[in-house]
């Protein structure tokens, strides 16, 4: 199975900050990699698919970047409804799998 | 608009088996996949398994042995019943469209204890 290895788990930031979440993929993954917002009780929302395409409806302060092994979601300047905990999906081959999630806050 | 949405029990009982139902709307399940995902307090997010448009499934061997995906197209659902059930499939279990996974149902918590 392909293990990914998501970092930090943890984030705090201020509003307007650049944030950087990484997941790193055991082997090559091509781009098949889709990156998730989950808030509090509701539906993991749908960021980033394969990579780096910004899925419709979704702010351009979000943006992805990799392939292989090595992925970055990015939020170019934080805003306080960002709060929420986000996770990378690779479906390059089953059994898919998932990152362990990084919670961000606002400092 | 694409909505998914997850009804289960709530609560079953070790060795019992859960049933879940995901109703759609807004698309075809002739025309996409269906995947089944959980988020369990000891392993976190882990795909189960999927239906295809054309109706055959994959399992994750985690769960093979127990897991049944099913749907009826008459009337937009998906089901997931896994039987043998312990403890550790306490989670929230989550349906999910498409090979892309691009919109998922709120999920539903599942409590398995006596």
């Known amino acids: 199975d392909i293990q990914m290895t998501q970092s930090p788990s943890f984030l705090s930031a201020s509003v307007g900050d650049r944030v950087t979440i990484n997941c790193k993929a055991s082997?090559?993954?091509?781009?098949?990699l889709n990156w998730y917002q989950q808030k509090l009780g509701e539906a993991p929302k749908l960021l980033i698919y394969?990579?780096?395409s910004l899925q419709t409806g979704i702010p351009s302060r979000f943006s992805g970047s990799g392939s292989g092994t090595d992925f970055t979601l990015t939020i170019s300047s934080l805003q306080p409804e960002d709060v929420a905990t986000y996770f990378c999906?690779?479906?390059?081959?089953?059994?898919?799998?998932f990152g362990s999630g990084t919670k961000l806050e606002i400092k | 608009q694409v909505q998914l949405k997850e009804t289960g029990p709530g609560l079953v009982q070790p060795t019992q088996t859960l049933s879940i139902t995901c109703t759609v709307s807004?698309?075809?399940?002739?025309?996409?996949?269906m995947q089944w995902v959980r988020q369990t307090p000891g392993k976190g997010l882990e795909w189960m398994g999927f239906i295809r448009s054309g109706g055959s499934t994959e399992y994750n061997s985690e769960f093979k042995s127990r897991l049944s995906i099913s749907r009826d197209t008459s009337k937009n659902q998906v089901f997931l019943k896994m039987n043998s059930l312990k403890t550790e499939d306490t989670g929230v279990y989550y349906c999910?469209?498409?090979?892309?996974?691009?919109?998922w149902g709120q999920g539903v918590m599942v409590t398995v204890s006596s």
């Open positions: 807004g698309f075809s399940l002739t025309s996409y996949y």
């Open positions: 999906l690779q479906h390059n081959s089953w059994p898919f799998t």
């Open positions: 999910a469209r498409e090979s892309g996974f691009d919109y």
């Open positions: 082997q090559n993954i091509n781009r098949y």
């Open positions: 394969n990579a780096n």
